[in-house]
């Protein structure tokens, strides 16, 4: 005969199941990507679910300009932008699962 654990044997298995589920939307997600653009679409970066930079794009104008210094300003703009969106992506795909309960190190 087995033995139940009545109400908290079905908190552990509906956690395992939304351990499960988390974990299911986490890797969906991560394999999608944002992007994010600075100066009127000068620089425009992609970032993965996983916070990776997947692809930077460049005007061929900013080049020509020879102003290293925009670029860079441009560069780290569209960077920063990419990554608060992708982040910002996940904590949604996130709060789908767990109907906006904040769980500590997977909601924001």
Do not use: H
């Not at 298995?13 to 991560?30: G, P, S, V």
């Not at 992007?35 to 997947?54: F, I, K, N, P």
């Not at 210094?69 to 780290?76: A, E, S």
């Amino acid at each position: 005969m087995s033995k139940s654990f009545g109400p908290l044997g079905n908190i552990v298995k509906q956690a395992q199941e939304l351990q499960e589920r988390l974990a299911r939307i986490q890797e969906e997600a991560a394999a999608k990507t944002v992007e994010a653009t600075a100066g009127g679409g000068m620089v425009t970066v992609v970032v993965s679910g996983r916070l990776q930079v997947m692809d930077i794009r460049i005007d061929p104008e900013v080049l020509k300009s020879g102003d290293t210094q925009m670029l860079q300003d441009l560069l780290v703009a569209a960077v920063n932008k990419g990554i608060r969106s992708a982040q910002e992506f996940m904590a949604e795909e996130m709060k789908k699962v767990t109907g906006g309960l904040q769980i500590p190190g997977l909601t924001g």
